[in-house]
């Protein structure tokens, strides 16, 4: 959720490894990406714009002819703006070809190799740990559910919500959304 990822902004540290995991938090939540699309993306994917960062998937898990497909990220508001930390990263690192994410040494050299989908998996447990939420209840799934869920909290439409995430349907939408919406709109809460 939301403030959930505001509170893991601020325990990352600004190294190197730290401005990765801030830029894939913040992407993978803004884009709603499964994280094999996130650590699928090369530098030629990312197309900045005044709005924001249009981002080019080759190909997703529901894409298997390979059409592909635009997500556009919009520039933040808050401190938090997912195009900002992308930015940070890829000058921090020189990035201007081959794969956006990589992994980072504890020396803090930037390998040549692309994340697995596993480490955004192990970067989300690592991040929530830090704040004190059980690593076991989150994955890397849980950004794009979290996008999910507070777009459907705050009354956007299925339809708006299946452009940004790429679900065929409502129905599928509907099934990331967490409970968290069981107190929204409840009637105990405005008749007692």
């Not at 709603?32 to 998937?57: C, I, K, N, P, T």
Request: with cysteine.
């Amino acid at each position: 959720m939301r403030e959930d990822l505001l509170a893991m902004l601020h325990q990352i540290p600004k190294d190197l490894r730290g401005l990765r995991d801030r830029a894939v938090l913040l992407l993978g939540f803004a884009s709603a990406m499964r994280r094999s699309e996130l650590v699928g993306l090369d530098f030629d994917d990312l197309q900045f714009v005044a709005e924001g960062v249009l981002v080019r998937l080759r190909r997703s898990k529901t894409d298997q002819e390979a059409v592909g497909r635009k997500v556009a990220v919009c520039n933040g508001r808050t401190e938090a703006c997912p195009v900002a930390a992308l930015r940070d990263w890829l000058l921090a690192t020189s990035i201007d070809a081959g794969p956006v994410f990589r992994g980072v040494t504890r020396a803090g050299k930037v390998s040549n190799g692309r994340l697995s989908s596993q480490t955004v998996a192990l970067i989300v447990k690592a991040r929530v740990g830090e704040i004190g939420l059980p690593p076991a209840a989150f994955s890397g799934h849980s950004l794009r559910a979290g996008l999910v869920t507070e777009a459907a909290g705050l009354g956007l439409s299925a339809e708006s919500i299946q452009r940004q995430t790429g679900h065929k349907s409502a129905a599928m939408v509907s099934r990331y959304i967490r409970d968290t919406r069981l107190f929204a709109g409840n009637q105990a809460g405005a008749v007692l």
